[in-house]
């Protein structure tokens, strides 16, 4: 039985539109958490201007997704004790991350925030979003309001 044009079009285009490799959660302790987590403590601490004894933390991971070399991240900073760190408090941190040639993680969008933003910002967000990104691996909120 051959199979109808019909059926090999719809094959062809699922294929196209399926991610080249699912989003994976990356293992605690395994080389890519702990890579994507420095990268991000690194970018915290300039970024905030910490010291280096206010960067000495770990980070409460709510999210983390990886698809076709880039990351996504949602958790709060915790200090080295176990408690919630105090400057981050009011913040989510949402980040997004790219792996570049030389395999070390950047990160590319930083959605961190305390606050939902308004159309006016939102509009500059989706104007600003570096493409390419696997819609996938974006937290619910940001997949919903960025369109994707």
């Given at each position: 039985m051959k199979p109808s044009v019909l059926s090999l079009i719809v094959l062809s285009l699922v294929t196209i539109c399926l991610p080249l490799v699912a989003a994976t959660t990356p293992k605690p302790g395994s080389p890519t958490r702990t890579a994507i987590c420095d990268a991000?403590?690194?970018y915290v601490r300039y970024n905030q201007q910490l010291t280096p004894q206010q960067a000495d933390f770990k980070w409460q991971i709510d999210q983390m997704l990886v698809q076709d070399g880039f990351a996504s991240f949602e958790g709060r900073p915790f200090e080295a004790e176990g408690k919630l760190d105090q400057f981050f408090i009011d913040q989510d941190h949402v980040?997004?991350?790219?792996?570049s040639k030389q395999g070390?993680?950047?990160?590319?969008?930083?959605f961190s925030r305390t606050d939902v933003p308004g159309s006016e910002e939102l509009a500059h967000i989706k104007k600003e979003f570096p493409p390419g990104v696997p819609p996938e691996i974006l937290p619910p909120f940001w997949r919903e309001a960025l369109g994707k």
């Open positions: 991000l403590r690194l980040y997004i991350l790219k792996k070390a993680w950047e990160v590319i969008y930083d």
